[in-house]
């Protein structure tokens, strides 16, 4: 088991955005996005995603220089187009944008197209919730969830995120995706060599797909799918996952004008790798605009004190909230390092040997 410091691997991260045409600040900005995943434990979306965002820069599918244009801004809200720039970027703008127009105006909205991956969800919600407000994102994804009664790929894994003040150490932060696991997981379990569990994806005949590698190839080849919260059937809640995966996808295209479900395979006519142009959706609420701060926060705070407090079910020992586990796992992994699994190590030296970097020994 290898673990690296965190402030040798957040040097690492900016040194190599810089190096593949990033702009200073901007490197910092998705640096810190995926160190802020890391530090969470959410291991699918931190130091594992880099070599993807490298490969497709260097592929030409995502600017390492972020281009935004405003399509339109009017008091609350505000519509943008990413240019395929870094997706991190685009999305920490836009939910600082979405942040300000909310002091004024009590809430503050921004949609986006044409943008890229921008890693964990939370990390924007979060921004709001620093600012004692009420923060929201979503975003949409290349194919890989089938609806309900279907076994083709045709929503992303389109994450839910709401995260809301405390008087807690940590405020409360839902960040999830609308199908029973996110793809990065999948990634994860690649990088670890270990199967995907039964029951989160099946292939054309409905059957469960549990070889990992090969789960990663047969969607990009559109021959397997993941499946929404509920799994297959409405008995189980099926159609909850699968209705709020559609809710998220018109949120992120049909407000912007932008691309959605097949349009965002990332690859054009002739199956050639090309933009992914996906969509984001950002919401900032004030709550001085409301109520007053200290009661939302009291109520916000005895609402997650009363759930953990309930009474538990048998064999188990405690109840979390949503933010609760990512806070303790941070000051672990603040101490212990980052886990760097051997797959994992051998990107970073591909990356390394290719950009003359040294900074790492691994």
């Given at each position: 088991m290898m673990y690296l410091p965190v402030q040798q691997m957040h040097e690492f991260m900016i040194a190599v955005f810089s190096k593949i045409g990033v702009p200073p600040e901007d490197?910092?900005?998705?640096a810190d996005v995926l160190i802020a995943s890391d530090l969470r434990g959410i291991e699918s979306h931190g130091i594992g995603r880099l070599k993807m965002y490298y490969d497709r820069i260097k592929l030409g599918i995502q600017s390492p220089v972020t281009k935004i244009d405003v399509i339109k801004d009017r008091y609350a809200t505000a519509v943008w187009d990413g240019n395929n720039g870094m997706g991190h970027v685009i999305a920490h703008k836009a939910m600082q944008q979405a942040i300000d127009k909310a002091k004024?105006?009590?809430?503050?909205?921004?949609?986006?197209?044409?943008?890229?991956?921008?890693?964990?969800c939370g990390y924007y919600a979060d921004m709001a919730t620093q600012q004692d407000m009420i923060g929201l994102t979503f975003t949409n994804a290349r194919p890989s969830i089938c609806p309900t009664h279907g076994v083709a790929p045709m929503l992303g894994t389109n994450p839910i995120c709401f995260g809301a003040?405390?008087?807690?150490?940590?405020?409360?932060?839902?960040?999830?995706?609308t199908s029973i696991s996110q793809r990065g997981k999948v990634e994860q379990y690649a990088r670890e060599e270990k199967p995907t569990p039964p029951y989160w994806a099946i292939n054309r005949q409905g059957e469960p797909q549990t070889d990992t590698v090969k789960l990663l190839k047969d969607l990009v080849d559109q021959s397997a799918s993941m499946l929404p919260l509920g799994g297959t059937e409405e008995l189980t809640g099926s159609h909850k996952g699968y209705g709020l995966g559609t809710m998220v996808e018109?949120?992120?295209?049909?407000l912007q004008n932008g691309s959605y479900l097949n349009g965002l395979w990332g690859q054009d006519q002739d199956g050639k790798p090309a933009p992914y142009r996906l969509g984001h959706f950002f919401l900032a609420l004030n709550i001085d605009f409301f109520t007053e701060l200290d009661d939302f926060?009291?109520?916000?705070?005895?609402i997650c004190k009363q759930l953990q407090a309930s009474e538990l079910f048998p064999g188990r020992d405690r109840i979390w909230v949503a933010g609760e586990k990512e806070y303790e796992k941070e000051q672990e992994v603040r101490k212990k390092g980052i886990h760097i699994v051997p797959n994992l190590a051998k990107n970073i030296q591909v990356i390394q040997k290719e950009l003359g970097l040294n900074n790492i020994d691994i």
């Open positions: 490197a910092k900005i998705c004024l105006y009590g809430l503050g909205s921004v949609a986006v197209r044409n943008s890229t991956h921008y890693g964990i003040p405390t008087n807690l150490p940590y405020p409360f932060i839902y960040d999830a995706a018109i949120l992120c295209a049909a926060k009291r109520i916000s705070t005895d």
